[in-house]
């Protein structure tokens, strides 16, 4: 499956940006999706997880309330919705899927990575 994040951009703290994924040459329901970043200097992290139903999300602890992952498996689009942003949410973000039968959240985990999408958060 091919994957290619878009959405990011420069935006205020305490602004908000919806990033997507899109997915092609494969059905999405097949994966877990996630969204993960790496801010300048560091590892990359997990931002979160969706089930390949989307019933079932997670969230790193900084993230919880403030994002919100959703998928449309009918457009083959994942979103990640970021509310509330601070100066630390500044990372290139990057969507990937996982041939998993549960939410996964390692990077070795999962299979297929987009190209990523620069977020930064500047006053």
């Known amino acids: 499956v091919q994957l290619q994040a878009f959405g990011g951009g420069l935006v205020q703290p305490g602004g908000s940006l919806r990033l997507s994924c899109a997915a092609s040459?494969?059905?999405?329901?097949?994966?877990?999706m996630g969204w993960f970043r790496r801010a300048p200097g560091k590892d990359r992290e997990f931002v979160a997880g969706i089930s390949w139903s989307g019933g079932t999300t997670s969230y790193a602890g900084s993230m919880k309330g403030r994002f919100t992952i959703s998928r449309d498996n009918a457009k083959t689009t994942v979103y990640l919705q970021m509310n509330s942003l601070k100066i630390e949410d500044t990372a290139v973000y990057y969507c990937?899927?996982?041939?998993?039968?549960?939410?996964?959240?390692?990077?070795?985990?999962?299979?297929?990575w987009g190209q990523g999408t620069l977020v930064t958060v500047s006053s």
């Open positions: 990937a899927a996982a041939s998993s039968s549960w939410l996964v959240s390692k990077p070795y985990e999962y299979d297929y």
């Open positions: 040459g494969r059905t999405l329901s097949d994966y877990v």
